[in-house]
């Protein structure tokens, strides 16, 4: 910072009231002021990582690299410094502890769970995974260049190995996957996951079919045009703030890859993308990710970087964004409500009607690339992926084997199959980075949020008509009362049961998904 | 960051990574690679306050705080961390230090006066600056707002006291302004700023007399219009990289005061403001800002994070901007280049020929606030502040007689008074942080641009005929030769001998002035 306040000198204040912490006495206050300040620096490193994705310039990128390494050593360090096992063996043995409250205990289980796990993973398999990422994604990467997947193959056969002694050190009951799909959406048990699985995938094959054959089609192209980004910003922008997402709080910028992001409290950063021909790329982006920020600006600031204010998984965050895209901003109420927002912004460019933007908006058509596909075939998409990336961790799939199982599946639930490997088995980078155990929480996100939608319209009358003028406010403090408040003070399969009074379970998103789908397309009942 | 890449576990190999570390065997070697880790926090403390002055919600200030305040402890921890005194202790004692490279020796003589600087002064002292400093501030703009120095005086003198035992925990020979200034402009002493500044106001007195009644006078009017900030944005960017400021590796963007900051060897960012009414404010803003950057960008990235990859001084940093923006920014061999530019950006707003915005852009005229003031006068307001706060520091002034003594200086020098405090003492934030000694830097560039472009006029042929081809590589290429490439390997004075042949004089920026104002005005030579 050249001409303006230099800084050197304030910091040894800072320094001596770190001295006074020492003072603090119960271990209780010593592991939050630990854990915050941990914290402190994660949120530190989401600012360098979302500057990386937003606004740094070209040439940066190698010492931004260094400085997120840097943060990274700090954080680990923190996070398996020996104090904290000795507060949490010093909390988890006074006798009163089991009586204290819902938040301490939150605390102290997640801390113990997290310290745990890291202390369990050798440093060796460690760095060989860290490593084994980086190559996997620099070949995946020529590999999906080249449409080759035996390019790939070597560097996924070394990852899946690595994974399984991952999931050998940290340690499961049943099956491999449990240990890393924990990692996503903790306490979730594979055998549960794949029975819900299942039965979402008999009942979305049937329904693809029966849309397939049905008497009308989604009139996709009527929404195309001319909608310039300055337009998409500012109707996606007073979308998201009418939703709820707040922008004293919060931004809205460009990424290549839409994500959300929080650097504190008060600061939960949007991401999107603009297509000029297509406003609902953007526009579905900005909804996705203002749900995830709804949730994130939702949680309590004053248990910032600890459990209670963290959110509890994969699966639910995914719920906040997809309810709010899906069942929200797919939703007739909701359009009667935009849609002249959308003439406005987009003067003279929009001419489909209402009723035939909303058909568009929810067209369903079996397609090979999973982050284009709608709504209905999306799960299909994950389910895919579930079933093999389990059987290659389990052994029942070499990885020799897996652009034809892959393809045999497309064709099997979807009826469609790949020309080549970049639009099959190579098109996300999530294996070639290690990320086993990830792509279910996309698909149990949609059944959480059709299971908490189905019952937040029952619990309050008149939704769509308060949708239709604009006001989301019920239908937010009902997600806050059930949701965003606890944290993780609930695991996801307490708060769905606290929430809904019923198990996770697939038939509400099927209810769901027919409900709407089956009078737009002609269905007989 | 959700949906996206979680990054927990790649933390171990870094980790492991720094135990490596302490097989490094030799005291020079651990001693950079310490700094050099430090200077990573550095910039990640600046991205931090980019991005707390351009893009932060507004309601995450005081999160933004706490961070900040964090990577402060853990940098000033790592300054004065004993292992930087053992080695420094260790090369220092070795006896072919002294036959070391440059940059070695820099290396080793900055650390150390960085080191000793920081254990000089009493943890008490600098937490009671650090509070006075936040303290002052705020009372400052309480002050300003009710245009009442009285209400900021016991603030200031409460400052001025804790400055005098801070100059006095430093230790000096013969004036504790130069234990100050030394945080500034490193290695200066008083007297010798003194006696230059003294040359200086005599000079700048006359000369603005002089223009003052002189038979023309600039028609600054002829520049006002409607410049919309989408096109100043694209001219100033435009100007800024024909004269080397590289955005592959940098960035512009929008604050409420601008600054240039270093984020990474490839990273330095500039800001600026506009005033669609007048593009001139924005235009050497962003001029000014590339000049700090070139300086920044032409140091030795591979010295990035060491002294000698580090800028020496406030003054010669100042003097790298001001030579972009005046000796550059307001010649007629630049607007020859730019102005078909200007007339391209600003289609049919921009009336003024090409000889009227020459004069309109060199207008001088006395005036009561620093920062508004021209390449003349500016001077004179900063040399006013020189001399009161040498005399608050010395005892010589009271600080209950600063506004009388001000409004007397600027009568004197400069023939206005201010109406009240507002326009007059309380115009600057400096003194209520704790600033003292910053302001001689501002003049000290002004001084040490004039001489570098002098000598550089000197050293090279056809520089004019080269601007107007809008090709500055030259120009560039000399000021690396003679200044970006040393770092802090070379004192500011060493420097600009080495440089110029001479030390610091004020007849080079008076040349210069009288060179180029003469004419324009009508003076008689």
Chains 1, 2 share one sequence.
């Not at 700090?74 to 010093?90: F, K, N, Y």
């Not at 993780?488 to 809904?500: D, F, G, I, K, N």
Request: proline share 6%; aromatic share 12%.
């Amino acid at each position: 910072m050249i001409a303006w306040l230099p800084r050197r000198r304030s910091t040894t204040s800072e320094f001596a009231r770190e001295q006074n912490d020492t003072m603090v006495s119960a271990p209780y206050d010593s592991l939050c002021a630990y854990a915050r300040e941990t914290a402190q620096l994660a949120s530190i490193d989401a600012l360098l990582q979302w500057d990386d994705r937003t606004y740094l310039p070209p040439a940066a990128g190698d010492y931004r690299a260094e400085q997120i390494a840097l943060l990274a050593k700090l954080i680990h360090q923190r996070r398996t410094d020996p104090r904290v096992a000795d507060w949490l063996d010093a909390i988890e043995s006074d006798t009163s502890h089991g009586s204290s409250s819902d938040d301490e205990r939150a605390t102290v289980r997640w801390i113990r769970r997290e310290y745990t796990k890291q202390k369990k993973l050798p440093t060796g398999l460690v760095e060989e995974l860290s490593r084994a990422s980086v190559k996997g994604q620099q070949v995946w990467l020529e590999a999906r260049q080249a449409q080759d997947f035996r390019r790939f193959q070597p560097a996924l056969q070394h990852m899946v190995q690595l994974k399984q002694q991952e999931a050998a050190a940290l340690g499961y009951d049943a099956d491999p996957y449990d240990a890393l799909l924990d990692d996503f959406e903790p306490f979730a048990r594979t055998a549960d996951v794949a029975a819900t699985l299942e039965g979402l995938r008999e009942e979305l094959v049937r329904l693809v079919q029966e849309l397939g054959g049905a008497p009308r089609q989604a009139p996709v192209e009527a929404l195309r045009g001319h909608f310039p980004t300055s337009q998409q910003t500012q109707f996606g922008m007073a979308m998201a703030q009418a939703i709820g997402f707040g922008f004293d709080r919060g931004r809205l910028d460009v990424t290549a890859h839409p994500f959300c992001t929080t650097l504190g409290p008060n600061d939960c950063r949007i991401t999107t993308r603009y297509d000029e021909s297509f406003f609902p790329s953007a526009f579905y982006g900005i909804l996705h990710e203002a749900g995830h920020g709804m949730y994130e600006q939702g949680l309590r600031p004053a248990q910032f970087g600890l459990p209670p204010g963290s959110a509890v998984s994969l699966g639910i965050h995914e719920s906040q964004s997809r309810l709010w895209e899906n069942q929200v901003g797919r939703g007739m109420p909701f359009w009667r409500f935009a849609f002249p927002h959308a003439q406005r912004y987009f003067a003279g460019q929009l001419s489909a009607d209402i009723d035939t933007l909303y058909f568009a908006i929810n067209h369903v058509r079996p397609s090979l690339i999973r982050v284009e596909a709608d709504e209905v075939t999306y799960n299909l998409h994950i389910i895919i992926r579930f079933e093999l990336e389990r059987e290659l961790l389990g052994g029942q799939l070499a990885v020799a084997d897996l652009p034809e199982a892959w393809s045999a599946k497309y064709q099997h639930y979807l009826g469609v199959t790949p020309a080549d490997d970049a639009e099959g088995v190579l098109q996300d980078i999530h294996w070639s980075a290690g990320l086993f155990g990830y792509f279910p929480t996309y698909s149990l996100g949609n059944l959480y949020a059709a299971q908490f939608f189905e019952r937040a319209q029952q619990d309050l009358t008149g939704l769509d008509e308060q949708f239709s003028r604009g006001d989301f406010a019920t239908l937010r403090v009902w997600l806050n009362r059930h949701i965003y408040q606890y944290g993780q003070c609930w695991m996801p399969s307490e708060l769905v049961e606290r929430a809904t009074g019923h198990p996770l379970s697939h038939e509400p998103l099927i209810r769901y998904l027919r409900g709407k789908l089956g009078p737009l397309y002609g269905l007989t009942p």
